[in-house]
Nanobody, 123 residues
Framework: QVQLVESGGGSVQAGGSLRLSCAAS????????MAWFRQAPRKGREGVAT???????RYADSVKGRFTISKDNAKNTLFLQMNSLKPEDTATYYC?????????????????WGQGTQVTVSS
């Protein structure tokens, strides 16, 4: 059974940085596609970034140049380094995993999700 647990959320001022982590267990972590999504109040779930089993990454246009997705296969952990944060980045951030599906634009194909971690950016 795949389990994903996010951590690292919090409150920062605009221009600040946060690093999110997602600890994974229950599957062969290195072979899966991993992703970060976010959902702001009264908005739909939005893709942020993905990293596949080869380490190739993709980003939403809204975060390119500011966010970096990475993973540590030895520790079964996914990261999202968020720099130059803006108030519009405020949302609950979720990590997701799937053995075959890997899209930054569509969330519905991922089979496993974490519980989310809140990020609040004040102006």
């Amino acid at each position: 059974q795949v389990q994903l647990v996010e951590s690292g959320g919090g409150s920062v001022q605009a221009g600040g940085s946060l690093r999110l982590s997602c600890a994974a267990s229950g599957y062969t972590y290195s072979t899966y596609c991993m992703a970060w999504f976010r959902q702001a109040p009264r908005k739909g779930r939005e893709g942020v970034a993905t990293i596949n089993s080869d380490g190739n990454t993709r980003y939403a246009d809204s975060v390119k140049g500011r966010f970096t997705i990475s993973k540590d296969n030895a520790k079964n952990t996914l990261f999202l380094q968020m720099n130059s944060l803006k108030p519009e980045d405020t949302a609950t951030y979720y990590c997701a995993a799937d053995r075959t599906y890997c899209s930054v634009s569509a969330w519905w194909g991922y089979n496993s999700w974490g519980q989310g971690t809140q990020v609040t950016v004040s102006s």
